[in-house]
Structures are given as C-alpha cells and as structure tokens.
C-alpha cells in the first residue's frame, strides 16, 4: 500500500487555511468582544459559525502531530531546541505587545503577571497565547508517548486520545485553580488532535481510506462530493457535538489536501501563493492579533482594525495588517534563531541529552 504523504508545501497551505479560519473566529464569532458596532447581522453568524470555525486549532494541532510522526529521532535535545525557539519567537512579540500595552494603554503588570505570561499561563494582554504553555508542555511528553504509540495502535489510542481526556476530566473536577484549569481544558480538548495527527501518519490511516474509497478509480465529479461531504460534516459537527473536534480537524486536513491536488490541475497558482504566505506567517499572525482583543488594549488598539465597518472589508484589512507585521517580526525572529542554531552547534556540539 502507498504511503500517503502531506508535503510540506501542502502542510504550510494548510496552516494558511487554519490561520484564516481563526482570524474570522476571533474577528467575527464573538460580538462581545467588539467595541464598535460595524454590522447587524454579526450576531446571527456568530451564533452559527462560532464552533465550526474553532477548528481551526485543532488544524494546527494535528498538523504538529503529523510533522512528529516524519521526525525517526526524537531527542530531548531537539526538542529542548524547538522550545527555545518557539519561546523566543513568541517573547519577541511579546515584548512589543507588551511595550505597546505600558505606553500607549497605561497597563502597569506585576512581574509575576509578565513571568506567567512569558509562559502563556496568564493572558492578560496574549489572550489567544494559551496554544505556548500547550505547545511546551506536548513536546516534552511526545517524547515518552511516541514510544508507547509506535508499538501498537491501540495502545496509541488509548494513551493518545482516551487516557489524556479522562485524566484531564478527573484533575478538573478535583482541582479549583484558575490556570491549572485553564490547562486541563486546553490539553483534553487539543492534544488529542496531536495525537491523531501523528497516529494517522505513522500507521498510514488516510492511505487505507484512501485503499479503501479506491480513491484513484473515482471520478474528479465524485471526489469534490466527497470532498464537500467532509466540509459540511465537519461544520455541522463542530455546531452540534464539538467534543469530537479531534475527529473533525483530522478529516479536514483530508480534505483540504484533496482540494489541493484540484488547485494544482485548474492551475490556480495565485491562490497557492496566498496560502504559502499565510501558512509561513501563521504563528506570529497567531500571535499579534491578540493585541485587538486583550481586555487592556482593545479600546485603543481595535478601531485600527475595525474601521471599515464592512465585515469582508475587515478581514482583507485585518489579514493583510496581520501579515506584514508577522514578516517583520518574522526578520528579527529568523535572525535571533540562525544565533540559536550555532549555540546549539557550538554548545552541545554532536552529543545528545
């Protein structure tokens, strides 16, 4: 049976498509959160689109576990690596979040608000940033679980979606902490979504279905049936029962890749561009928006974004603001992290930990 491969061009588009996806999340889904009164129908497409939209995390969540399943040496030294680096990508927008919120918002933190947030573990001003503590935390246990994963697929199963869910249930009733709570619920609800990008990858699921729809004998007319089928599943799923976000994320990622190999065949090169460049700025784009919704910048910072007052007006305006931010932070980032990879080289040279 062929081994079914995500590029890592595809695998960029598709965080394109997630980033997008989390901008009208964020942007459009909770009124609450809006200033400015810029449209009347906003409330309708909240109540409906809210949850299908969330899926967007769990986009990038398994796409995480997928690009683990491609890594054959999972070191605590590289992944100590890959923390640093997400770290200082992340406090290089943090400081300038930060900087912006003390001067121009009177915002007056405690150290201990800056050291948890430097963590994610606070969000007063990075509200959307709990994806860091979340991040941290998954790499260093993939490093134990994998092992346990690459045995079986059960046993992948049960330690990769039952287990962390129904522990996470349990510690949540038992424990009254803000941030430990906040924790627990972010790890139930997304690590599963790890999980199952890297099951699927190591034991070639999407490959069997693929085997089993006899996918290359169906007709182009019948794929996109498909293809909408998972889309509308997806949504509808997300509104009705998002428990399963896991599962919906998962067959997404199926199908936008399938809708990927039909941009290649209409040659609708522009629009694998646009994606490509969202997908590469998606973390930072990630990052910065939560400076128009931080309950300490928003009243300043979000008529910057919400001008225009059309919705679609405001998510090209919002979108394009977000990228050229995310390319200049992305210049300072690329430079601190080539710093990075030589002291890696130099100061642990060949040895592992």
Same mark, same amino acid.
């Given at each position: 049976m062929k081994k079914y491969v995500i590029s890592k061009n595809d695998s960029i588009k598709i965080k394109g498509i997630?980033?997008?996806?989390?901008?009208i999340h964020h942007f459009f889904t909770f009124?609450?959160?809006?200033?400015?009164?810029?449209?009347?129908?906003?409330?309708?497409?909240?109540?409906?689109?809210?949850?299908?939209?969330?899926?967007?995390?769990?986009?990038?969540?398994?796409?995480?576990?997928?690009?683990?399943?491609l890594n054959k040496n999972v070191t605590l030294r590289k992944s100590v690596e890959k923390i640093i680096k997400f770290l200082?990508?992340?406090?290089?927008?943090?400081?300038?979040?930060?900087t912006i919120a003390c001067v121009y918002c009177f915002y007056k933190p405690s150290? /201990?608000?800056? =050291? +948890?947030?430097? *963590?994610?573990?606070?969000?007063?001003?990075?509200?959307?940033?709990?994806?860091?503590?979340? #991040?941290?935390?998954?790499?260093?246990?993939?490093?134990?679980?994998?092992?346990?994963?690459n045995k079986n697929i059960i046993w992948a199963i049960f330690t990769g979606i039952v287990l962390p869910v129904v522990i996470?249930?349990?510690?949540?009733?038992?424990?009254?902490?803000?941030? /430990?709570?906040? =924790? +627990?619920?972010? *790890?139930e609800k997304w690590f599963p979504c790890i999980s199952m990008g890297y099951i699927f990858n190591y #034991?070639?699921?999407?490959?069997?279905?693929?085997?089993?729809?006899?996918?290359?004998k169906i007709s182009n007319k019948i794929k996109i049936v498909y293809i909408m089928m998972i889309f509308i599943v997806c949504g509808i799923g997300g509104f009705l029962a998002n428990e399963f976000i896991f599962l919906y994320g998962t067959f997404s990622v199926f199908s936008f890749v399938k809708l990927f190999e039909f941009t290649t065949i209409?040659?609708?090169?522009?629009?694998?561009?646009i994606l490509s460049c969202l997908g590469i700025a998606s973390t930072n784009m990630w990052f910065i928006h939560s400076i128009f919704f931080?309950?300490?910048?928003?009243?300043?910072?979000?008529?910057?974004?919400?001008?225009?007052?059309?919705?679609?007006?405001?998510?090209?305006?919002?979108?394009?603001v977000l990228y050229l931010g995310a390319c200049c932070f992305n210049i300072i980032i690329n430079f601190i992290q080539q710093r990075v990879d030589k002291w890696f080289k130099i100061g642990y040279g060949k040895g592992e930990i």
């Open positions: 997630a980033i997008s996806l989390m901008i009124p609450e959160w809006h200033i400015i009164e810029y449209s009347k129908g906003i409330s309708t497409f909240a109540k409906y689109m809210c949850e299908p939209t969330k899926i967007c995390a769990a986009i990038f969540a398994f796409i995480t576990g997928w690009a683990y399943a200082l990508n992340y406090w290089v927008v943090y400081v300038c979040c930060l150290p /201990i608000d800056i =050291v +948890l947030e430097l *963590f994610g573990l606070k969000n007063p001003i990075m509200c959307f940033c709990w994806y860091v503590y979340f #991040y941290i935390t998954s790499i260093l246990i993939l490093i134990k679980l994998i092992k346990i994963w996470c249930l349990i510690l949540g009733k038992t424990i009254h902490n803000e941030i /430990i709570n906040s =924790v +627990l619920y972010n *790890f #034991y070639n699921i999407f490959g069997k279905i693929e085997c089993f729809l006899k996918w290359n209409k040659n609708l090169t522009y629009l694998n561009k931080s309950s300490i910048t928003r009243e300043r910072i979000q008529p910057l974004i919400y001008w225009p007052k059309s919705p679609f007006l405001i998510f090209i305006w919002g979108m394009v």
